[in-house]
Antibody, heavy 126, light 107 residues
Framework: QLQLHEAGPGLVKPSETLALTCIVS??????????WGWVRQSPGKGLEWVAS???????YYNPSLKSRVAISVDTAKNSFSLRLTSVTASDTALYFC??????????????????WGQGLTVIVSS | DIQMTQSPSSLSASIGDRVSITCRAS??????LAWYQQKPGRSPQLLIY???TLLSGVPPRFSGRGSGTDFTLTISSLQPEDVATYYC?????????FGGGTKVEIK
């Protein structure tokens, strides 16, 4: 069955760039009608949607992070990635990648997440 | 941005009790509302989408209702395995905001 797995460093220094990759197995990113996204969870802010992407390159960002975040997709590697620049301690969180649940013709990006990765803890500290 | 407010933030109930959690949107989101269950150390699991549609495989003791700005998740008969934190999420427009969560415990 479809599985998602987050990969990347668990520790990032303040002001540096956080880079994470979500590896999708058991299905193809390109041969699907799903958007793919990142959600983070921190004690202070709870669950926070970060960004989402379609394999064609259609992208949506959370406006609160838009100036620092970039999401991309690599269909050859069946993965998608997140970059967050100029990180601070407030970016310390458990980062999840997830698949949007396309439940009707119109949902696409406008849909919840039905399959999640296990999450990767990222700590911002010097 | 539309804000999502959940209440209560926590609750304690007995096995077999009927439990209800409320989620209120600061603006009309029609039925673009989902409910998730998150157990400690696990990723969130989708329970309900479109405000009231149960995801396949979710026990029928879970139900959702509401539209516009006011929504409710109900567990008709609380079971030990339902101990978790429950979140609502709106997805009618970006950002797809989550509620603050409701922690459900057994009394």
């Amino acid at each position: 069955q479809l599985q998602l797995h987050e990969a990347g460093p668990g520790l990032v220094k303040p002001s540096e760039t956080l880079a994470l990759t979500c590896i999708v197995s058991g299905g193809s990113i390109a041969n699907s009608s799903h958007y793919w996204g990142w959600v983070r969870q921190s004690p202070g802010k709870g669950l926070e949607w970060v960004a989402s992407i379609y394999y064609t390159g259609s992208i949506y960002y959370n406006p609160s992070l838009k100036s620092r975040v970039a999401i991309s997709v690599d269909t050859a590697k069946n993965s998608f990635s997140l970059r967050l620049t100029s990180v601070t301690a407030s970016d310390t969180a458990l980062y999840f990648c997830a698949r949007h649940f396309t439940y009707d013709f119109w949902s696409a990006f406008y849909s919840p997440f039905d399959i999640w990765g296990q999450g990767l803890t990222v700590i911002v500290s010097s | 941005d539309i804000q999502m407010t959940q209440s209560p933030s926590s609750l304690s109930a007995s096995i077999g009790d009927r439990v209800s959690i409320t989620c209120r949107a600061s603006q009309d989101i029609t039925n673009y509302l989902a409910w998730y269950q998150q157990k400690p150390g696990r990723s969130p699991q989708l329970l309900i989408y479109a405000a009231s549609t149960l995801l396949s495989g979710v026990p029928p003791r879970f139900s959702g209702r509401g539209s516009g700005t006011d929504f409710t998740l109900t567990i008709s008969s609380l079971q030990p395995e339902d101990v978790a934190t429950y979140y609502c999420q709106k997805y009618n427009s970006a950002p797809h905001t989550f509620g603050g969560g409701t922690k459900v415990e057994i009394k």
